[in-house]
T-cell receptor, first 113, second 113 residues
């Protein structure tokens, strides 16, 4: 079992839909949770960063962390064709004195007009 | 503008040839990283460096080498020992503390002739 599981998709939705992207993990030491967006043939860009459990909202994006279930989510409201990209979750623990995140495989999202 | 640059955008390697990928950052970040991305496999860590003149192997270091002579630069050499080098290579940097996230460059696509 991988430390971080993420369905690769593709997930295809109509414009305006609410999108839910998810990751599960097995390492209970993870405390820092990130979502990156990666357009085709580009480097990932940081979308959301959350520490420990709870929700964080930024515009149309909401990140949720449920540490009891080892489950994190990214919600996109009013999805747009420009949101079509691969979304990578990443997480890390506070141990070891270094910051090395573990990445999910990424979910490919297609928002069609 | 602060950021991470990678060059070249595309690189072609002949059989038995060593090639070097460039990564430069002007974010004043202490830590730098190299990842390999293959379709459907997410990001895999090759090498990372937390300070100048020091670096550690990641999960897939065999066939690769790095140097960190300057804070701003972290070049990656793909040696002839790497038998399957075709991939998208991503360089990232971070402040190095536990609460800082990684910022990625635009990537280099390496192809074998």
């Amino acid at each position: 079992q991988k430390e971080v599981e993420q369905d690769p998709g593709p997930l295809s939705v109509p414009e305006g839909a609410i999108v839910s992207l998810n990751c599960t993990y097995s390492n209970s030491a993870f405390q820092y949770f990130m979502w990156y967006r990666q357009y085709s043939r580009k480097g990932p860009e940081l979308l959301m960063y959350t520490y420990s459990s709870g929700n964080k909202e930024d515009g149309r994006f909401t990140a949720q962390v449920d540490k009891s279930s080892k489950y994190i989510s990214l919600f996109i409201r009013d999805s747009q064709p420009s949101d079509s990209a691969t979304y990578l979750c990443a997480m890390s623990s506070a141990g070891g004195g270094s910051y090395i995140p573990t990445f999910g495989r990424g979910t490919s999202l297609i928002v069609h007009p | 503008d602060g950021g991470i640059t990678q060059s070249p955008k595309y690189l072609f390697r002949k059989e038995g040839q060593n090639v070097t990928l460039s990564c430069e950052q002007n974010l004043n970040h202490d830590a730098m990283y190299w990842y390999r991305q293959d379709p459907g496999q997410g990001l895999r860590l090759i090498y990372y460096s937390q300070i100048v003149n020091d670096f550690q192997k990641g999960d897939i270091a065999e066939g690769y080498s790095v140097s960190r002579e300057k804070k701003e630069s972290f070049p990656l050499t793909v040696t002839s020992a790497q038998k399957n080098p075709t991939a998208f290579y991503l360089c990232a940097s971070s402040m190095g503390s536990l609460q800082e996230t990684q910022y990625f460059g635009p990537g280099t696509r390496l192809l074998v002739l």
